[in-house]
């Protein structure tokens, strides 16, 4: 993927700019003989997706390289026609791996500016690359192939962060922190819990992205524009040259399907929403106010106006970015919803925001991996948050029910208790057991054991719980799935 993209990138730079296309018809337009009147300058610029879907290069001729061979196999190419073919397409596509590939105002998309070259370099042999094809099918075939190899891409990546993750809960697992609700303080867990808290959601992430993948690895190739292929091709021998599993059963579902690209989009949108909940954290937590960690200077920016100033650009960008990529899903989502059978030009408009919203993911994800690699964590700072707050209220309200109290009168005079201690400017740990004795005569002296953040934390061991015997084994099954 990496020498494909980079080769893209190279060969964009050779794109020919809007000013630089010709009003009159040029020679060789695939669909020119129907047409009398020249196409206008105006709708060449409008309608060229060349700017954008270039990347899909390495697929388009990967996915041409299997056609040949299926035309071939069904008798419509000699071996001869059908190796000077593939020996073309290889040659096309080391000029665009090279970045020697010239664009031609010709070229409508990335599909008819590899045929074109094709011809230019095998000549007319060239113009028998699309028998038996349709852009339709084609660019179906290629967004498949592209999203496959994607989401192979996004999984790793997801897999990295979440180990990242894990190794920080590892380094901090006897860390006390405030666990928040409606961002207030609630109780305490351990801060090793909550970097757990995101693997969990990376993992459901990565589960999404799985299913996306096997939903469209389905070879789509042989639909034609709509209704099938006149040519006796082997559906499934094309699908086996492309490591496709299954092929599509309905021609017109495969040209005009784009589930697949709705579904990553929507997957996508996921990731960056978790990505941009931490990055909300992570803003608040490197605040003064809160001090709780300090974000490594190469991931932030000064100002230039406030010499002090030390911004938490990264993690604010992520966060606007999430917005961009929910936009993405939206769009895609609106183009589809008045579309009829089968193919319409609409569906040009998937792949720019498709592309972006995958690109903005992955650079997201890269950059997160290392924030959260090289966060700085201050321990004193958090120890100090979890002992106040009145965060071991439930405690005391779970002993009286411990001792026969109905919950709603414990949590009643708890609630009591914490007013009481509010008014002497006292935490709950300050209370003395003839202080507690004075709300009700349930309390026993062992009631100050409750009233300490290591005990609160060891109590909460069932399955999910902060105790550390339940988050240290959780690490440890963590740590041997994500091995390697």
């Not at 494909?4 to 010709?22: D, E, H, I, V």
């Not at 989009?265 to 992570?282: G, I, K, N, Q, Y």
């Not at 002993?399 to 026969?404: D, I, M, N, S």
């Not at 240290?472 to 099954?477: G, L, N, S, T």
Request: charged share 25%.
């Amino acid at each position: 993927m990496a020498r494909s993209k980079s080769g893209a990138t190279r060969a964009r730079k050779s794109a020919p700019s809007s000013r630089s296309t010709s009003r009159s018809l040029p020679k060789g337009k695939a669909w020119g003989g129907r047409f009398a009147e020249e196409t206008d300058r105006l709708v060449e610029q409008f309608t060229s997706s060349l700017a954008y879907d270039q990347r899909l290069y390495p697929y388009d001729i990967q996915g041409s390289i299997a056609h040949c061979h299926t035309l071939q196999r069904a008798g419509v190419f000699t071996a001869r026609e059908s190796a000077g073919l593939v020996r073309g397409l290889q040659a096309v596509k080391a000029e665009l791996d090279g970045g020697r590939f010239s664009f031609s105002p010709q070229d409508e998309d990335i599909h008819m500016a590899i045929e074109r070259r094709l011809t230019e370099l095998i000549g007319p042999l060239g113009g028998k690359l699309h028998t038996g094809r349709s852009r339709n099918d084609q660019v179906a075939l290629d967004l498949r192939l592209f999203l496959r190899d994607v989401l192979s891409t996004l999984m790793d990546q997801i897999q990295e962060f979440r180990r990242v993750l894990v190794g920080q809960a590892r380094a901090h697992l006897d860390v006390a922190m405030p666990g928040y609700t409606h961002l207030q303080r609630a109780q305490p867990v351990l801060l090793a819990h909550h970097f757990l808290a995101y693997v969990e959601m990376f993992e459901r992430d990565r589960g999404r992205l799985h299913d996306c993948r096997k939903r469209l690895n389905v070879m789509p190739l042989g639909s034609g524009a709509l209704a099938g292929s006149n040519y006796p091709v082997d559906r499934r021998y094309t699908a086996s040259l492309l490591d496709f599993p299954s092929v599509t059963q309905n021609s017109l579902d495969a040209v005009s399907d784009r589930d697949g690209v709705v579904e990553v989009l929507s997957a996508l949108s996921l990731v960056m929403m978790h990505l941009s909940r931490m990055s909300e954290e992570l803003i608040l937590w490197a605040s003064q106010e809160f001090r709780y960690v300090d974000l490594p200077d190469a991931f932030c920016t000064g100002s230039s106006m406030m010499p002090q100033k030390k911004n938490p650009d990264v993690p604010e960008l992520v966060r606007g970015k999430t917005g961009r990529v929910y936009g993405h899903l939206i769009g895609a989502l609106t183009i589809l919803k008045g579309l009829p059978l089968s193919y319409n030009r609409d569906l040009q408009e998937d792949k720019e925001a498709l592309f972006d919203a995958v690109d903005t993911t992955q650079q997201s994800l890269n950059l997160c991996t290392e924030l959260i690699r090289r966060l700085v964590v201050n321990q004193a700072v958090l120890a100090e948050a979890a002992e106040g707050g009145g965060m071991l209220a439930t405690e005391l309200a779970d002993y009286l029910v411990t001792k026969g109290v109905p919950f709603r009168e414990a949590h009643s005079i708890t609630g009591k208790i914490v007013r009481f201690s509010l008014e002497r400017h006292q935490s709950l740990q300050q209370l003395t057991w003839e202080d507690l004795r004075g709300f009700s005569t349930h309390f026993k002296r062992d009631v100050l054991d409750c009233l300490t953040v290591r005990g609160a934390i060891s109590r909460k061991s069932q399955i999910g719980g902060t105790a550390r015997r339940r988050v240290e084994a959780r690490i440890r099954e963590l740590e041997r799935a994500l091995k390697g």
